[in-house]
């Protein structure tokens, strides 16, 4: 390369090639959600997870109840009772567990940091779930 090119255009070559690719982190950062969004195994993923830590929250939350410990526990105790006594919500085998999970996750976030999808799919749980949970005030 160098002696095809000279030493000055050899060495200025991978400069500019990286000059080049200094807008596709931006890119990403900026429209990286979306592009993810489109990928169903990203989907998957996201959805996955979101029941893993919905799951972990409750499964603390349940076991700080029993500890009678209160260290702000995202579920107020009188519907920790509820979800107890109905255990069919709560088993991750149900097949309505992953749409739980999910509102339980939406409905403990604050609601200026929901997007308009996050929003109306909240909606459509609570009234699905409202005589399970209710979220703390």
């Given at each position: 390369?160098y002696?095809?090119?000279?030493?000055?255009w050899?060495?200025?070559?991978?400069?500019?090639?990286a000059?080049?690719?200094?807008p596709?982190?931006?890119l990403?950062?900026?429209y990286?959600?979306?592009?993810r969004a489109r990928c169903?195994y990203?989907?998957?993923?996201?959805?996955?997870?979101?029941?893993?830590?919905?799951?972990?929250?409750?499964a603390e939350?349940?076991e700080e109840?029993?500890e009678?410990?209160?260290?702000g526990d995202?579920?107020?105790?009188p519907?920790?009772?509820?979800?107890?006594?109905?255990?069919?919500?709560m088993?991750?085998?149900?097949?309505?567990?992953q749409?739980?999970?999910?509102?339980?996750?939406?409905a403990n976030?604050?609601?200026?940091?929901?997007?308009?999808?996050?929003?109306?799919?909240l909606?459509?749980?609570?009234?699905?779930?409202?005589?399970?949970?209710?979220?703390?005030?």
């Amino acid at each position: 390369m160098y002696a095809k090119l000279g030493i000055h255009w050899a060495a200025a070559l991978p400069g500019f090639l990286a000059f080049a690719c200094i807008p596709f982190p931006i890119l990403f950062y900026k429209y990286g959600a979306q592009i993810r969004a489109r990928c169903k195994y990203a989907a998957d993923a996201e959805r996955t997870m979101k029941a893993l830590v919905a799951a972990r929250r409750a499964a603390e939350a349940d076991e700080e109840a029993r500890e009678g410990g209160d260290k702000g526990d995202e579920l107020d105790p009188p519907s920790l009772g509820r979800i107890k006594s109905n255990v069919s919500v709560m088993n991750p085998e149900h097949p309505r567990h992953q749409e739980w999970s999910v509102y339980t996750i939406l409905a403990n976030r604050d609601e200026v940091d929901l997007s308009d999808t996050e929003r109306m799919r909240l909606a459509g749980l609570r009234k699905d779930f409202a005589k399970y949970h209710h979220p703390a005030e």
